[in-house]
């Protein structure tokens, strides 16, 4: 539970920090950027925190890709 709660005291901390000065230099773009890689890192690290078990991105690719190969496979022989 702790490591959670820094997690988050962390993510606020960079928030506190990096998002005031964007706003005021009208960088919404890269706004927009932090608050997508914040949240994408935030969940990754409460899923990891929680679950003990994230899956591998890779292995979904591979699934996703894996029936493009065989067809391609099967056109080039």
């Known amino acids: ?5 820094c997690i988050i ?13 964007l706003l005021k230099a009208k960088m919404h773009k890269e706004f927009k950027v ?7 890192s935030f969940s990754m690290v ?5 679950l003990q ?12 890709l894996r029936p493009l190969t065989d067809i391609l496979v099967q056109i080039l022989r």
């Open 46 to 50: 409460i899923a990891r925190g929680i």
């Open 53 to 64: 078990d994230v899956p591998n991105p890779l292995n979904g690719i591979a699934f996703l």
């Open 34 to 40: 932090l608050i997508f890689l914040l949240s994408i």
């Open 1 to 5: 539970m702790i490591p959670i709660i």
């Open 9 to 21: 005291l962390a993510s606020i901390f960079i928030l506190k920090i990096d998002a005031p000065r």
